[in-house]
């Protein structure tokens, strides 16, 4: 049962083959045995998931089930602040905070009767590609344990291509999502920006973070999706906009829809394993009814430059709570000046200290204009030629088509874990040649409106 999907799950908890106790005895079970190895979780919260469990059983036997996702064994990324469960983004500087309140999407998801089996690793308040940037310890790609998950949301895609969880939730700012589904072969979702309420997220970049969905298949994607959709009077970001029936539309496939290929995506240098593979796949959407189109969007190679300014400033800005005062990590000075320094120098780790450094920079007096505010200029082009290129009408252009990560074979397949696997903001600081500099250009935009 640890590889099927929830559909498969809940189909068999109708049919009375199944209960969500047994269901979720066994994946915590199978998480003792083997999250020693693969490190998808900081947490396991047994005693919550059997209770939960317990109570989903209670309704299947009444024929009274709370919905699709009732009794669906699920993991939780460790950002999403869960009421009385410890949240510690993956860093020292939040190991023993325990929220008072629950994310949305978390009270949304409790709301459709999940059980949540604990809260998964990742690089420390998701800065970082490989999950090897925890406080704690890396998680390790449950296909090939000498390979990396991707990241930052790698030990929610490990846990889901481990048969450690159902199906499980991340944050994807530049790719956080997306680039970990492609390593661990799995489905992973950015959802558009807004669509997914970002209260109870502890905040990377706050105008580029969003919460979306790992899943073994594409029907319990949209099942997934469509639990915590929707808009949130507490999140000012979030759409005010009816949620679409997800489920009602997988039949329509994808006949008659506009596919966008962006010239700029496909560039030198590119391993030619990934460029066969995606335009192979290009040709099987081809083939079901699609049409392919060629667009430009010639903006696309100032993106990163414009992301590497945009996310660490608004992550220096975001991590400045953090300060010894009100919660989380306190080291003892000799004053509240001293105090501050020794507790930011002892919780955060050496990957957040150098975004920390950049974007502090960039927010300077002297500099703000300089980088940050072009930056931002950039960003509006950046929409303004996808608007252009018609993927402002979801009913012509839905998506565009790429390679999600042209390292995405490489990384997974070539690098063994002794080696430094690439980091992007390293090649910023270092000027490190193109191989890492590039790694993320694919992954700093999401289009389809959903």
Known sequence: MMHRPIHELTDAYRRGELTPTAVTEAYLARIAAHNDRVGAYLSVVREHALGAASESDRRWRAGAPLGPLDGAPLALKDVLCTRGVRTTCGSK???????????????????AGVVVLGKTNLDEFAMGSSTEHSAFYPTRNPWDLSRVPGGSSGGSAAAVAGGLAAGAFGTDTGGSIRQPAAFCGVVGMKPTYGRVSRYGLIALASSLDQIGPFAQDVEDTALLLGAIAGHDRRDSTSIAAPVPDYMAELPRGVEGLTLGLPDEYFIDGMDPEVEQAVREAIEVLRGLGARIERVSLPTTRHALAAYYIILPAEASSNLARYDGVKYGLRVAGRDLVDM?????????????KRRIMLGTYALSAGYYDAYYGKAQSVRTLVRREFAAAGFQDVETHGVYLGPINWLERLVPRALPRTLRVWEPLDAVLADLPLLREVSNMFLVKAVRHV
């Open 93 to 111: 500087m939040l190991e023993k905070f325990v929220p008072p309140y629950d994310a949305t999407v978390v009270e949304r998801l409790r709301a």
């Open 340 to 352: 501050e320094s020794r507790t930011r120098a002892a919780g955060f780790g050496t990957e957040v």
